[in-house]
């Protein structure tokens, strides 16, 4: 099992540094960060405003991220590629829709020999579950969510001002969890 991470611009560092430590907890057998500094959220571009799509969208982010993974992929023969959307972000971005997926696994066995003849195929296991559902799987699977990072600001703890945390506060509400991050007067700082 091998990681891969996209470190575009402005990017939390708290949050490349999670995914490191995800992916050593994971024991992963690299883990290859991708360096895109010319990559911005629709936030960061002056003069872009996508209707309907929130400041952190990224033009044509899954076209570009999962090219790199089949790269990856075709580099290193493996048999998935394994993507962690929800069904919530499924509602949000047409690029993580099953009709995108399908499309874009057509063009990869298309465009490559390797990839098709080892069957290689682009999952995503968590494709129907909410975010709620996705945190009692975790909690279940005994994941270390306190190394996880839901925050859209850096610092070495999370802001929990930010639309980021706001999800993550309303996420384990559902799920009936308890954050192993939230501190102990989270009532009162949000
Ligand atoms: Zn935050």
Request: hydrophobic residues 40%; contains cysteine; proline residues 5%.
């Amino acid at each position: 099992m091998r990681a891969l991470t996209f470190e575009y611009h402005g990017i939390a560092q708290s949050e490349l540094n999670s995914a490191k430590a995800i992916g050593a907890a994971a024991g992963v057998l690299e883990h290859r960060i991708i360096r895109l500094p010319d990559l911005k959220e629709a936030g960061d571009i002056p003069g872009f405003r996508p209707r309907g799509l929130p400041q952190t969208y990224i033009p044509l982010r899954n076209s570009i991220f999962y090219a790199f993974a089949a790269s990856f992929a075709e580099e290193t023969e493996a048999g998935s590629i394994v993507g962690g959307h929800n069904r919530d972000d499924i509602e949000v971005f047409v690029d993580v829709s099953s009709d995108f997926f399908r499309s874009f696994q057509k063009s990869l066995w298309s465009g490559s020999r390797i990839l098709r003849a080892n069957r290689t195929r682009i999952v995503r296991p968590l494709k129907d579950k909410r975010k709620a559902e996705v945190i009692k799987l975790a909690a279940s699977l005994r994941v270390p969510l306190e190394l996880t990072w839901s925050c859209h600001r850096d610092g070495k703890e999370h802001c929990w001002q930010c639309d980021g945390c706001h999800s993550r506060i309303r996420c384990f509400a559902e799920a009936g969890l308890k954050d192993p991050l939230a501190p102990p007067d989270l009532e009162k700082i949000t």
